[in-house]
């Protein structure tokens, strides 16, 4: 009876060492930050300073993930998975979203049965309005809105 106490205390102890793994992973998962660029031209640069090497510039709403912040400082990291830093006070917290494949229909409704009413380009930016299901209703500058299936986007 004594050993069959202690199994089911280690099986016990085990599942709740499962759980806090899970959920220490899944956190992380969800507490990715995002944040958009505030204004054209701001560079991405190789380090954390001013004179670090430039590795290439990017233009307002453009979104970038968050890796670390040091001092004023933001490791990010874009669409296309290249990471760089760029001065921090140059991020907002605006969600914009970035077309991710060569071309995307953008559709009168949330599925693909329903007609396009546009293409967007690869690289092009949008802001997300809302979500149902799997299908992002966003829109442009331009006045070009729709719904587009979130695989097809970053983040």
Known sequence: ???????LHKSLL??????LLTLFLSTNVVAAEYA???KDGVNIRSGP???????WEVFKDFPLKVLQRKEQWAQI???EGDTGWVYAPLLNDKKTVIIKV???NIRVGAGENYEVSASALYGVVFTPEKTEGEWIYISHSDGTKGWIHKSLIWP
């Open 77 to 79: 990291e874009d669409f």
């Open 14 to 19: 085990g599942g709740v060492g499962v759980s």
């Open 49 to 55: 300073a001013n004179n670090a090497e430039v590795y």
């Open 1 to 7: 009876m004594m050993k069959r106490q202690k199994t």
């Open 36 to 38: 958009s660029v505030s």
């Open 102 to 104: 060569k071309k995307a």
